[in-house]
């Protein structure tokens, strides 16, 4: 049977994203000289011709039409971008169909490249020239609107929302509607939120929490008490608003969440409860109460059964967190090494459940989930205990999709205590991440902390 691919033409060659004019006809000139040695009687048209088709386009002509296509979408995007409106203005009146193009690969219009860095005036001309205020983007679903706001840009959201825009925005890919690009990102823009609460737009409990709005928070809850356990978009790890809360080092809508009823064990989408967020002792307090509550139970239990405890790692950080080093003592004791060392783990006895993370790699014996978490929530004396414990200080440990070391963490959050007490235990500063393959001196030059820098490279054998 003969190879029915055997006669083929090659697959086309694909143009360089800084191809243009020049370029092209330097490529067919070099072609042409090449061609010559063997072919004095090349000529520049049949070299122009085969290179068009070396490309996929029928003709030297087509080729040149698509790079000229190409190059003023580029000139039509950068005078979008920087506010040109004499350039934008000039190319749509030579161009007036280009009013419709898209950048790739998320196919921006215009209108979304003027809005994000506030081209006012960029703006106001493409509203002019009757491109649809309310055109969504092909990447987050999104409109202009949501960019200017999540940017700050009032004056740009004012002539958008003037112009017919939609200021409430459901259906972006985030589902934050416009008012959570305006609050849930840092920094929030208030005057924002309250531009499009003024235009008829309404909080949502992910946005009352950005903006610390207590009564918001009790409008949503009360009108709808499933919104305590509403999950964020996939592109936020569906995470509750608890997870939310703490993320954005919220205590007081952490307490005010606990008070209403929200769930202290419930797990991202990776597997982690909200605790694991925490950067600091203090934010999640009210959550190591309620889950230390719940481990003492069980304790209680199993004493009373005269069975071992039923132990997962959210049980040993909540002792941790609120020093109550004896009940720590006997969970770290008792707790079967998945608990310790696995992602999630999400307490009072319930096992890792589904989703929790696989405690991958070298050092993952029991304790090594809790230092990790410990060393990134800034908890001195909790990781001063755990290592005095014999706690693997090179533990690694699967923190969301990376197998990481205490050092990693604690880096990535500039915490220099806790890098000092990892170092004199023993802590290796080479070693690599499972993802990125970066040290920790890697994590803190990324996450911009130089004093930990300074401390990791000064450190001997670095």
């Known amino acids: 049977m003969s190879d029915p691919n055997h006669d083929a033409a090659p697959a086309p060659l694909s143009l360089p994203d800084a191809a243009n004019l020049d370029w092209l006809r330097k490529q067919a000139r070099r072609q042409l000289r090449a061609r010559r040695t063997t072919d004095p009687a090349a000529t520049l048209a049949h070299t122009q011709f085969d290179l068009a088709k070396q490309y996929g386009f029928s003709s030297w002509r087509a080729l040149k039409a698509h790079v000229d296509a190409r190059t003023l979408d580029g000139h039509l995007f950068e005078a979008a971008r920087t506010g040109d409106v004499a350039t934008l203005g000039a190319l749509l009146d030579a161009h007036p169909e280009k009013l419709h193009a898209r950048t790739q690969p998320y196919e921006l219009s215009l209108l979304h490249v003027a809005a994000l860095p506030g081209q006012l005036a960029a703006v106001d001309l493409l509203l002019r020239r009757g491109l649809d205020v309310n055109v969504r983007d092909k990447g987050d679903h999104s409109y202009a609107m949501h960019w200017a706001a999540a940017a700050g840009h009032l004056d740009v959201v004012r002539r958008l929302a003037d112009a017919g825009g939609d200021v409430i925005g459901r259906g972006d890919d985030h589902a934050l509607e416009v008012i959570g690009w305006a609050t849930c990102w840092e920094p929030p823009q208030e005057a924002v ?42 592109n936020e790890d569906h995470r509750t608003p608890l997870h939310f809360a703490v993320l954005k080092q919220r205590p007081a809508m952490v307490s005010l969440l606990m008070d209403l009823g929200a769930d202290p064990l419930a797990v991202d989408g990776s597997g982690f409860a909200a605790s694991a967020y925490a950067t600091s002792p203090a934010i999640d307090r009210r959550v190591m109460e309620a889950i230390h509550v719940m481990t003492k139970s069980e304790l209680t239990s199993a004493d009373r059964g005269s069975r071992p405890a039923r132990v997962a790692l959210m049980d040993i950080v909540a002792a941790l967190a609120l020093g109550d080093w004896t009940s720590a003592e006997r969970l770290l004791r008792e707790a079967p090494p998945f608990a310790a060392s696995t992602g999630a783990g999400v307490g009072a006895g319930t096992g890792p459940g589904p989703g929790t993370g696989t405690g991958t790699g070298p050092g993952t014996g029991t304790g090594a989930g809790a230092l990790h978490l410990m060393a990134k929530r800034n908890d001195v004396a909790a990781v001063t205990w755990l290592l005095a414990r014999g706690v693997d200080a090179n533990g690694r440990w699967s923190h969301w999709d990376a197998a990481v070391t205490p050092l990693h963490l604690a880096s990535m959050q500039g915490h220099a205590e806790i890098v000092r007490l990892l170092l004199a235990a023993g802590a290796d500063p080479r070693i690599r991440d499972s993802k990125h393959e970066s040290d920790a001196i890697g994590w803190a030059e990324y996450f911009d902390k130089p004093e930990i820098v300074q401390l990791l490279t000064n450190h001997p054998g670095v």
């Open 193 to 234: 939120a309250a531009f499009l609460i003024e235009r008829g737009a309404r909080h949502h409990i992910f946005s009352a929490i950005a903006m610390d709005l207590a009564d918001e928070v009790r409008r949503v809850v009360a009108a709808d008490p499933s919104a305590l356990s509403r999950r964020m978009s996939r």
